[in-house]
């Protein structure tokens, strides 16, 4: 009988990073997965392969598995982090999937978030639009549930950090569990502080994935009403003395 291609054609997971998997003596078990969603040029791959290699470093002993998303065929981006959410848990079982995305993957992973695999979100420089195909805003109400964190630099020429203020500020009212962090004097691709942005984006994946706990500059994020808690400074040497 004839099988239904998946709406996400042509979409695959890269090799794994972190965790231990196969059948060899040293397999590990695969007690979370992100999927690294990346942005809409290959010239500009922010800060998603540094993060990659931390993450694998810092989280592959309690089983945290990596997977960059590699787009292709002409389905939204969407659809194809919801394909890659259903094959993690085909490959790995039941386990919380983080989506990390950068530029127009920061924007997939938000629009994605309602996948029932999915607990957390982290958007990097996310680029919005103008919104849903209808000219609504963007919806927010799927975020409900999921940790969330959007970090954007503040001279962003290339997508408006204003525009994920907003849209934080519509979703903090759908679910207390998100927070923004402003990357002062960066730009669209967050060179300027990329270790910053880095650890940040570790603590934040280990915390929602595994743990629960975050540093005390996410702790305070996520529990500040707004605006504090979706304009929150991301602080010169962020990382080097985390959870001390």
Known sequence: MA?????????????????RTGSGPTESPVNGVVLLLPGASRLTPGPLRPLARALARAGGGDGLVTHAVVH???SPREE??????????????????CLAGYD???LAAL????????????????????????????????????????????????SDPE???????????????????????DGHGLREHQA??????????????????????VTDALAAPPPLGLRMPLASGFGRSLRG
Request: hydrophobic share 40%; net charge positive; glycine share 14%.
């Open 3 to 19: 099988q239904h291609a998946p709406p996400a054609r042509g979409a695959r997971l890269g090799r794994a990073a972190g965790a």
């Open 72 to 74: 292709g065929g002409r």
């Open 80 to 97: 194809q982090a919801r394909w890659a959410a259903d094959e993690a848990v085909r490959r790995y079982g039941d386990v919380p999937v």
């Open 104 to 106: 127009a993957g920061g």
């Open 111 to 158: 629009r994605a978030a309602g996948h029932a695999a999915v607990n957390s979100v982290l958007a990097l420089a996310p680029c919005l639009g103008d919104g849903a195909s209808d000219g609504s805003p963007e919806p927010v109400k799927h975020l409900s549930g999921r940790q969330v964190l959007i970090v954007h630099g503040t001279n962003d020429a290339r």
């Open 163 to 185: 525009g994920s203020f907003r849209l934080a500020e519509r979703a903090k009212k759908a679910n207390r569990s998100t927070c923004r962090f402003e990357v002062h004097s």
């Open 196 to 217: 910053e942005v880095v650890a940040l984006g570790v603590d934040f994946v280990l915390g929602a994935v595994f743990s629960g706990r975050y540093s005390r500059p």
